[in-house]
């Protein structure tokens, strides 16, 4: 019996989004603007490892990473050259094929995007700005450093050497300058700088709509980034719904930012009608009003019947008042709109292990041709359905991979069992 251990599998990655251009540098404009004071265009990408090409710019300038998680994980030591070869010269359809967990022969994960970028020597230091749910003054120094240390983001003498002060973690990362910001002790910076948003940033600052609504915490943040003072040169931004590190339902904030970045104004006007719906939606889900929710969802989709965001909420409505078939319809629509709603099949074809489980896996794979994960866990479903021919087909093509000893070394010898 094929078994596909994986702990996420409803997470399997999707091809990334929109107009990534394919230049090997990309030089930064000699113009830049005040961050969410003056109009700034985003390059939006699925993961951070597709934001690298973006990095490039032929000099150093400071990187804002407003991320939960700071993609530093270390990247194995045999992969290095190559992955600093890649992050160097690569074009798009490289950072696509070989960027992703989820691919035969990774070089990179998404996880290791600013390892990668430090190691290739793209920027001159480094800001991050992490969620907190304490306040500044209740941070700990020595529980900061051991995190830091148990997930190899740091080296322990770097950690060592961090100072806290006034809810800042400041000291030397690769041997470029580091600091971590509390989300109340943002810096003014004055050099031009690349600012990259993730959206994991709201996955830990959300708990539900009662207690932290999300538009609440969205302004938030980008009103203390407005008010830090920061000049931006380039900004990219990555959903990272792709492999898990953000839920599909929060992915409508990364075209939100996208909004409200190339027009400061709306921080401060009147709430947009569709996203004044969407918000009391939310609040209405929490107390079950499953009727009134589709109705709201519903007033959004006349706004913008062409938003994939709206699509998949109209599609989450249906589903709570158990109305299968316009789910599925919405949820088509969705993902025809914005591939990356995609990921929601896998987590249907998880939840069904028959034949309407495989159904959705034949959806995703047209849409994923480079995720051999997809084929395997095909397989499984064949099997067990009573199609060994098929599984061994699919098993044949998967044998002849090129399947990465770092990353994936177990995955030929279950294909043989």
Known sequence: ??????????????????????????????????????????????VAT?????????????????????????????????????????????????????????????????????????FSRIYWFFPSQVESDKLQIEQFRTQMIMAGFLDREEAEDLKLRDGVFSGTLRGLPFSAHHPKALPAIEEPSLVHFDLSYFTNIYQNEISTPIYDQLHATLAALRDAGINTARVSLSTSTAEGLVTPEIRFLGANITEILAAPELLEAPMPENWKLRADALYQASFFQSDKVLEHYLKTRDLEPENPDIAFDLYRAYRALKRYDEAMDALDRAVALDPGYAVVYLELAQNDKKAEGLRQLEKVAPLQPLNPFITLEMADFNLRLGFPEKTLELLSVLSRKPWSESYHEGIPGQLAR
């Open 1 to 46: 019996m094929i078994r596909v251990i994986l702990a996420a599998f409803a997470l399997l990655s999707l091809t990334g989004c929109q107009d990534r251009k394919e230049e090997q540098i990309m030089p930064l404009q000699t113009a830049s603007a005040l961050l969410l004071q003056e109009p700034v265009a985003v390059n939006r990408v699925e």
């Open 50 to 122: 597709e934001a690298l090409p973006l990095w490039r710019t032929g000099g150093k300038p400071p990187l804002v990473l407003v991320s939960a998680d700071p993609f530093l994980q270390p990247i194995p030591d045999e992969l290095r050259t190559a992955a600093r070869d890649l992050v160097r010269s690569g074009k798009a359809d490289d950072f696509s094929a070989q960027g992703y967990y989820y691919r035969t022969a990774p070089l990179l994960l998404p996880t290791q995007a600013l390892s990668a970028a430090l190691d290739a020597g793209l």
